[in-house]
């Protein structure tokens, strides 16, 4: 079974930015999509961004719109998260994930088969 793991994660300040990675034990994604969730404590896991990976079309949770992309290498091993104006409310878990949902079910946590261990990320106010 393919193993995804996070990297990255790390303390920061109030409008810094930081960047996670997501890899696939050694070997290129091949599901339909990647994405990145984030869980913050005593709290629901919660859709950040995913992108398909034949095309590269991405969505984006509201709150992050504009501020987050997500992205992949051209040889489709590594996913990226880069996370600009960090905000005291970005603390959390956050996990890549891999998905065949389609259009519709992207956003749900419960149509994602394959899960890293998650990468902390605290923003200090």
């Known amino acids: 079974q393919v193993q995804l793991t996070e990297s990255g994660g790390g303390l920061v300040q109030t409008g810094d930015s930081l960047t996670l990675s997501c890899t696939a034990s050694?070997?290129?994604?091949?599901?339909?999509?990647m994405a990145w969730f984030r869980q913050a404590p005593g709290k629901e896991r919660d859709f950040v961004a995913t992108?398909?990976?034949?095309?590269?079309?991405?969505t984006y949770a509201d709150s992050v719109q504009g501020r987050f992309t997500i992205s992949m290498d051209n040889a489709k091993t590594t996913l990226y998260l880069q996370m600009n104006s960090l905000k005291p409310e970005d603390t959390a878990v956050y996990y890549c994930?891999?998905?065949?949902?389609?259009?519709?079910?992207?956003?749900?946590?419960?149509?994602?088969?394959?899960w890293g261990q998650g990468t902390q990320v605290t923003v200090s106010s």
């Open positions: 994930a891999s998905s065949d949902v389609v259009q519709s079910g992207r956003r749900q946590a419960q149509n994602y088969h394959t």
């Open positions: 050694g070997r290129t994604f091949y599901n339909r999509r």
């Open positions: 992108i398909v990976l034949r095309g590269g079309t991405t």
